[in-house]
């Protein structure tokens, strides 16, 4: 008598715990890691991202949790950023920057990693966009093929340009790509009679010297290059080319917005609204290494009508009917 009662509370236990056990699991929300360079939780493509989340039904908080990292524009703490979001076992991890997904492919191999704003197959991160293998996938921003395009378009704004000054930051992204990203960029100078001088600036404090040093190169017009870094402090650099008289180029419409020239690049919102897809997907139960990599299909010319009277610049209509925006 004594055993069977045993056994009874033996396997009204277990039946209770597994039960319990059933429940959590019910309950437990995907817990989804944000890794920015740069951005700040309320930056414009983290809330595009959000947005698309939300458009899948993701409640944040209630059927969603976030854990979002941010290096605040310092590279070298990215790796530890990347192990804190390994060592809380989240179910998937997004990036948006090129050096925070290595840090993250060194840091796992086994968390999926949906990654969105760079070209993760120039990076090296994936050797196929139609079957990436391993644990990333996610969007290209083919970041590379749009290099020369933007020298062209300030050639066709300006047909007597013959010196652009190119304001960059090698620390923001591999040497490898930095020094695609000058070759290439030296190669589309050529072609079109343009000398270009290159100056860093690694730090905000940084842009004051560097401006010095492209109006002593007697510089006509300014590319940025496209990073992190710029990205968060394109107001300022908007500002700074302005009082400089300098016909500026960047990747983002935000700056043309932000009284700069003009601005050509991939849809930033589009792209981070897109990515969302991936991280469902695999929640749901998919592979990133059977999920190819898709490439941008929404870009933007945005013209700034306003800072080029202010320059005393002519946009050509050429230019003007490329334009998919054009601020008066």
């Known amino acids: 008598m004594i055993r069977r009662l045993l056994l009874l509370a033996l396997t009204l236990s277990l039946t209770v715990a597994t039960t319990a056990a059933w429940a959590q699991q ?105 079957q990436p293998g391993g644990n990333v996938t996610g969007l290209s921003s083919m970041m590379v093929e749009l290099i020369a395009k933007r020298l062209q378009l300030l050639k066709e704004t300006i047909p007597r340009l013959t010196r652009v000054a190119v304001l960059w930051d090698p620390a923001m992204s591999p040497t490898s790509l930095q020094t695609r990203f000058v070759e290439d960029l030296k190669a589309a100078a050529r072609s079109l009679s343009i000398e270009l001088t290159f100056v860093v600036a690694q730090t905000p404090e940084e842009f004051g010297p560097a401006f010095s040093a492209i109006k002593r190169a007697h510089a006509q017009a300014l590319y940025l290059q496209e990073n992190a870094l710029f990205y968060k402090y394109q107001l300022k650099l908007a500002r700074l080319a302005s009082k400089a008289r300098l016909p500026t180029i960047y990747g983002t419409r935000r700056f043309a917005e932000e009284d700069g020239l003009m601005s050509y690049g991939v849809d ?28 941008p299909t929404k870009f933007e010319l945005v013209v700034n009508l306003k800072t080029a009277k202010a320059l005393g610049i002519t946009i050509p209509q050429s230019i003007l009917f490329q334009a998919d925006e054009v601020i008066r």
């Open 268 to 295: 930033y919102g589009d792209q981070m609204r897109r990515a969302a897809s991936y991280i469902d997907k695999i929640l749901k139960g998919a592979k990133p290494g059977d999920l190819p990599i898709e490439q």
């Open 26 to 130: 019910a309950n437990k929300i995907p817990n989804v890691g944000y890794l920015a360079l740069a951005a700040d939780p309320d930056d414009p493509i983290v809330e595009a991202w959000r947005q698309g989340l939300r458009e899948l039904g993701y409640v944040e908080g209630r059927t969603i949790k976030v854990e979002f990292r941010t290096a605040q524009g310092r590279p070298d703490r990215l790796p530890r950023l990347a192990g804190e979001l390994v060592q809380l076992n989240v179910d998937v991890i997004f990036v948006a920057n090129m050096l925070g997904a290595q840090a993250l492919r060194r840091a796992t191999s086994t968390i999926p990693i949906v990654t969105a704003l760079f070209d993760p197959l120039a990076s090296g991160l994936v050797t196929s966009l139609v």
